[in-house]
């Protein structure tokens, strides 16, 4: 169905051929022609390599945990915190790439230099696995244990993994954003798509990681983890082929050079004439010429109330005036307003960007905490042994079956409901709606692990194994998540990409990564911290090797708590957000400018 849907979203109306209005240029740096770049030609083409390039990453990522407690021999606790560790590595990379498409280099360039650097990592990893670390042959998996590594072989095994945190998390923000300015955003018809492409991309993602979950864990589960490793190098290998391919039909836009001196020009500026006695209205705030007032495109960002310490930035003093007169600008002392609702923007997103942070610590259990829970329950059906890991497969399942539901059903309802000219829910409603899911999601994980537990100590066969629960009883837990992921995670996407200045779009894409990157920060800490303050003399702590000896049910409790008090903050921080207005626009305003909640 969200295939069909795809294909209705491709059909444009018929219009003659002319140039796209949003300022994008094709690859030879020519305006770019409508009918013969960019559209869901090249969508398409980046949805598939996106596709491909979650199935390598979530091959390395997915089982992980497992790697590390059966391969290189740690314990459930150091092996989940060192998961944390290295995905957040993976995404506060992302601000690595960010940057560099944004300043210097353009989307296409970065993500096709940061790919070419994922497919490194990857092939260095399974050479590494295959020549080193998996020693015995076979081993790895429940029954045979691997031996000792040196030092060198760990160091390169790190290196490894640490190429592909900096390959995948440089490409994701830029590749995000790469694939929206594929649509005019100023087309009527191709706007729309630009909304539809953010769902369906996490669609490819999420389809991506399926086949990894299912097919490529069960191998590694059984102790053929350098294959999955050269499964995923030939899947990140051939999304480059495919990225590279694509080039002719892709629209680009030029990099606006380095915001920090920007941002700083702004703040200087501001603080020396803070004894300044301001006018009564914005009219008289210093406009700056048509280069000064945008970056990257025609769309002008036009003033709005808040933060009017910055506003002084753009105040003219009488030095101004005479260094004007002698034909003599100093940004350092003298910024327009456009450059100064560039800081506000940033400033306005920040208290929903570390609102979004405590979902990225519920989010990350799934591929650490989650899979060594379903280790512990009944694997077995007959002689069949389901991997742990695979069970995110419902989660990819819940995402695409919620992304129609929403796309198809909800949206449209929300939207006659309300009876207004916008449509649907807005993105930070859909975001608290996300946090909500998130909620259920850890009282559900919680209330099944207070049952594994009990069943767990029914016998005494069972004290120090496997509980007999069933590993099906965590399919809830996983769909929760998966729901929660369409609103929250979709719903950034969008919100940032549209809710940041035109010069600053992979940046936009980059606070999403961000926020999953110390969402696992804020989770090894939060594990480090239970831990070190549940063990005593005679209890091993809520997380320890063995689960059943554990509590791992009241941590699950502890972050149900924490993202309800994240919910009451967010809520908060929305009312008082207001959004940002180019050229008059308001997108999803309601009649005083801030975006419903």
């Given at each position: 169905m969200?295939?069909l849907?795809?294909?209705?979203?491709?059909?444009?109306?018929?219009?003659?051929?002319?140039?796209?209005?949003?300022?994008?240029?094709?690859?030879?740096?020519?305006?770019a022609?409508?009918e013969?770049?960019?559209?869901?030609?090249?969508?398409?083409?980046i949805?598939?390599?996106q596709?491909?390039?979650?199935?390598?990453?979530?091959?390395?990522?997915?089982?992980?945990?497992?790697?590390?407690?059966?391969?290189?021999?740690?314990?459930?606790?150091?092996?989940?915190?060192?998961?944390?560790?290295?995905?957040?590595?993976?995404?506060?990379?992302?601000?690595?790439?960010?940057?560099?498409?944004?300043?210097?280099?353009?989307?296409?360039k970065?993500?096709?230099?940061?790919?070419?650097?994922?497919?490194?990592?990857?092939?260095?990893?399974?050479?590494?696995?295959?020549?080193?670390?998996?020693?015995?042959?076979?081993?790895?998996?429940?029954?045979?244990?691997?031996?000792?590594?040196?030092?060198?072989?760990?160091?390169?095994?790190?290196?490894?993994?640490?190429?592909?945190?900096?390959?995948?998390?440089?490409?994701?923000?830029n590749?995000?954003?790469?694939?929206?300015?594929?649509?005019?955003?100023?087309?009527?018809?191709?706007?729309?798509?630009?909304?539809?492409f953010?769902?369906?991309?996490?669609?490819?993602?999420?389809l991506?990681?399926?086949?990894?979950?299912?097919?490529?864990v069960?191998?590694?589960?059984?102790?053929?983890?350098?294959?999955?490793?050269?499964?995923?190098?030939?899947?990140?290998?051939?999304?480059?082929?495919?990225?590279?391919?694509?080039?002719?039909?892709?629209?680009?836009?030029?990099?606006?050079?380095?915001?920090?001196?920007?941002?700083?020009?702004?703040?200087?500026?501001?603080?020396?004439?803070?004894?300044?006695?301001?006018?009564?209205?914005?009219?008289?705030?210093?406009?700056?010429?048509?280069?000064?007032?945008?970056?990257?495109?025609?769309?002008?960002?036009?003033?709005?109330?808040?933060?009017?310490?910055?506003?002084r930035?753009?105040f003219?003093?009488?030095?101004?005036?005479?260094?004007?007169?002698?034909?003599?600008?100093?940004?350092?002392?003298?910024?327009?307003?456009?450059?100064?609702?560039?800081?506000?923007?940033?400033?306005?997103?920040?208290?929903?960007?570390?609102?979004?942070?405590?979902?990225?610590?519920?989010?990350?259990?799934?591929?650490?905490l989650?899979?060594?829970?379903?280790?512990?329950?009944?694997?077995?059906?007959?002689?069949?042994?389901?991997?742990?890991?695979?069970?995110?497969?419902f989660?990819?399942?819940?995402?695409?079956?919620?992304?129609?539901?929403?796309?198809?059903?909800?949206?449209?309802?929300?939207?006659?409901?309300?009876?207004?000219?916008?449509k649907?829910?807005?993105?930070?409603?859909?975001m608290?709606?996300?946090?909500?899911?998130?909620?259920?999601?850890?009282?559900?994980?919680?209330?099944?692990?207070?049952?594994?537990?009990?069943?767990?100590?029914?016998?005494?066969?069972?004290?120090?194994?496997?509980?007999?629960?069933?590993?099906?009883?965590?399919?809830?837990?996983?769909?929760?998540?998966?729901?929660?992921?369409?609103?929250?995670?979709?719903?950034?996407?969008?919100?940032?990409?549209?809710?940041?200045?035109?010069?600053?779009?992979?940046?936009?894409?980059?606070l999403?990564?961000?926020?999953?990157?110390?969402?696992?920060?804020?989770?090894?800490l939060?594990?480090?911290m239970?831990?070190?303050?549940?063990?005593?003399?005679?209890?091993?702590?809520?997380?320890?090797?063995?689960?059943?000896?554990?509590?791992?049910?009241?941590?699950?409790f502890?972050?149900?708590?924490?993202?309800?008090?994240?919910l009451?903050?967010?809520?908060?921080?929305?009312r008082?957000?207001?959004?940002?207005?180019?050229?008059?626009?308001?997108e999803?305003?309601?009649?005083?400018?801030?975006?419903?909640?």
């Amino acid at each position: 169905m969200a295939c069909l849907e795809l294909c209705k979203e491709i059909k444009y109306k018929e219009e003659p051929e002319g140039i796209t209005l949003d300022g994008s240029v094709d690859w030879q740096g020519r305006p770019a022609i409508r009918e013969k770049s960019g559209g869901w030609f090249a969508g398409i083409i980046i949805l598939l390599n996106q596709g491909l390039a979650t199935l390598a990453f979530f091959g390395i990522g997915v089982n992980l945990v497992l790697f590390l407690t059966r391969v290189v021999g740690q314990n459930n606790a150091e092996a989940a915190n060192n998961v944390s560790k290295w995905t957040g590595t993976v995404y506060i990379f992302s601000l690595v790439g960010a940057f560099l498409s944004d300043s210097y280099w353009g989307r296409y360039k970065t993500c096709a230099v940061f790919q070419v650097i994922f497919v490194m990592g990857l092939v260095s990893l399974s050479l590494s696995s295959y020549v080193f670390l998996i020693r015995p042959k076979g081993c790895g998996n429940e029954e045979l244990e691997c031996g000792e590594h040196s030092k060198l072989e760990m160091g390169m095994f790190y290196l490894s993994i640490y190429l592909i945190a900096l390959g995948n998390g440089g490409y994701q923000p830029n590749i995000a954003t790469f694939g929206a300015d594929q649509f005019d955003v100023e087309h009527s018809d191709e706007s729309h798509s630009k909304v539809a492409f953010f769902s369906y991309f996490y669609l490819a993602m999420n389809l991506g990681s399926l086949f990894s979950n299912t097919i490529l864990v069960y191998f590694e589960d059984e102790g053929m983890w350098a294959f999955g490793f050269w499964v995923s190098a030939g899947s990140a290998f051939t999304a480059l082929v495919l990225f590279l391919l694509g080039t002719p039909r892709y629209r680009h836009f030029k990099a606006s050079g380095n915001p920090l001196p920007r941002f700083c020009q702004v703040f200087v500026a501001a603080c020396t004439k803070w004894k300044t006695q301001m006018p009564p209205n914005e009219e008289e705030l210093y406009e700056g010429d048509a280069k000064e007032s945008s970056t990257t495109s025609n769309r002008k960002i036009m003033y709005t109330d808040g933060f009017k310490f910055l506003d002084r930035a753009a105040f003219i003093s009488s030095r101004d005036l005479d260094d004007q007169k002698r034909g003599v600008h100093n940004p350092w002392r003298l910024c327009p307003i456009s450059q100064i609702e560039e800081v506000k923007c940033i400033l306005r997103l920040l208290p929903i960007w570390l609102c979004t942070i405590i979902y990225s610590v519920v989010f990350t259990q799934m591929a650490s905490l989650f899979v060594e829970q379903g280790a512990a329950m009944k694997t077995t059906i007959s002689n069949f042994r389901i991997p742990p890991a695979s069970m995110s497969s419902f989660d990819v399942l819940s995402v695409a079956i919620f992304i129609f539901l929403y796309r198809r059903v909800l949206d449209p309802l929300v939207g006659k409901l309300k009876k207004t000219d916008s449509k649907g829910l807005t993105e930070l409603q859909r975001m608290g709606i996300g946090l909500v899911i998130a909620i259920m999601a850890m009282v559900s994980a919680g209330i099944v692990e207070c049952y594994r537990l009990k069943y767990a100590k029914q016998g005494c066969t069972h004290c120090d194994g496997t509980s007999s629960l069933s590993i099906f009883w965590q399919i809830p837990q996983y769909a929760f998540i998966g729901a929660s992921e369409v609103f929250m995670y979709v719903g950034q996407l969008e919100f940032f990409n549209a809710q940041t200045p035109d010069g600053l779009k992979s940046f936009g894409s980059a606070l999403c990564m961000t926020s999953i990157s110390l969402g696992n920060y804020v989770s090894s800490l939060l594990v480090s911290m239970v831990m070190k303050i549940s063990t005593e003399d005679h209890m091993p702590g809520w997380i320890p090797g063995n689960l059943n000896r554990g509590h791992l049910d009241r941590f699950y409790f502890l972050l149900a708590a924490l993202t309800s008090i994240d919910l009451v903050v967010y809520i908060a921080s929305a009312r008082w957000y207001k959004c940002i207005q180019l050229e008059g626009k308001c997108e999803e305003n309601d009649e005083h400018g801030s975006l419903r909640v």
